[in-house]
Structure formats: C-alpha cells, structure tokens
C-alpha cells in the first residue's frame, strides 16, 4: 500500500522509507589524515567510505578543514580505527580541526611523514594507505592508493589479518561502533557448492 512518504511497502517487514539513516550499514570507520597549513597533522572520521576501484577509494564528505587540507595538498593517508582506538577515533569525528589546533598531539597519538604522497601517517593505527586526490567535487573524494603499509602485529604470513587488526564499523542503527567478526566462509569458495 502507497503511503504519504511516496514508497510501497513490503508485506511482512517493517518498512523504515527513503529518509532512515540505516541505508548500507554497516559502514568502515576510515581516518583521513592531511597536513594543515603550518605542517601540524589534522585527521577526521568519515563513515561514508569505500574501495572505488583496485586502486581506488572514495570517500563521500562535506567540506572540513580536511577538505581544504586536501585541495592544497593534493594527497591524504586513510587509516583504519579499531578495537584499541575507539575512544581517540570518535573523538576525531567529535571535534573540528577549525577548533582545536592540534587533535592528533590532543589524543597523545604521533605522526610519521609519508615518504609517498605529502600526508601524515598516524603511528598508532596499524593499517595506512597513502593517496594521492585523483579528484574532488560535490563532497566525492576519489583517492588513489599509492602505497598501503602495515604493522608486523596485524600481519599473518604476510597478509593483513583482519582478527588481528580488528577493525570498527559504525552501525547506525545503534549509534554504536562494532568490532568485524568472525570468519564464517571463504569467497570465491563458499558458493562454489551451488555451481557444481
């Protein structure tokens, strides 16, 4: 049955509509880290976050003091938050840069040049990619992965492994953010019995 919100809804589900903040959750709890004007590292959370291409991420955001760090250097790191940093993530996401001068020396986390792209790489997130802006308009960055570098502790023969890293997503529909569970199948493996 058509209703006011202009949406027909699903026989025996509850229906939520268009406007529910719940629409692809949960979402990657990415850190975008830029040089400020002055060289002091500034870093933001951003929810809305994904792979774009092989090489590619995007990321969809307003306009920041990261935005305008970007549009002058051209280049950012993405880090991964996780279980160990919930607390110095969300405040990341909590206090604008155009506020507080210095929000990563704030938290107590340091800072190492990239030696890739002209973006700070955030010691204590254990998983970094280095981008540089392959473009931005209307709140979509679109980055390309430079170089992706990982702590030995995340590593298992050679790979990152997530159990290790435990990263956090946001799952907005608990205003709360999850650690990733448990490995329950194998891709490209798991639905191989259905094509036999």
């Not at 509509?17 to 850190?31: F, K, N, R, S």
């Not at 002055?38 to 590619?56: E, I, N, R, S």
Request: aromatic share 8%; net charge negative.
């Amino acid at each position: 049955m058509k209703t006011e919100n202009s949406f027909n809804e699903v026989a025996g589900r509850k229906n939520f509509g268009p406007d529910h903040a719940l629409v692809t959750t949960p979402q990657p709890c990415v850190m975008i880290a830029t040089w400020d004007a002055d060289h002091t590292p500034d870093v933001m959370m951003a929810a809305w976050a994904g792979q774009y291409d092989f090489k590619q991420i995007v990321v969809s955001m307003s306009n920041h003091k990261t935005t305008k760090n970007l549009e002058r250097t051209n280049a950012f790191t993405v880090s991964f938050a996780d279980a160990r940093t919930v607390a110095e993530s969300d405040y990341f996401g909590l206090v604008s840069g155009n506020k507080v001068a210095d929000k990563v020396a704030k938290v107590g986390f340091s800072v190492t040049p990239s030696p890739n792209v002209d973006a700070p790489i955030i010691n204590e997130y254990p998983l970094s990619l280095e981008c540089k802006v392959l473009s931005w308009s209307d709140g979509i960055l679109v980055g390309e992965v430079v170089n992706m570098s990982a702590d030995e502790s995340i590593l298992t023969d050679g790979k990152v492994d997530l159990a290790k890293l435990q990263p956090i997503v946001f799952d907005a529909a608990a205003m709360s953010y999850r650690v990733i569970g448990e490995e329950v199948g194998k891709a490209w493996g798991a639905g191989k019995k259905f094509a036999e």
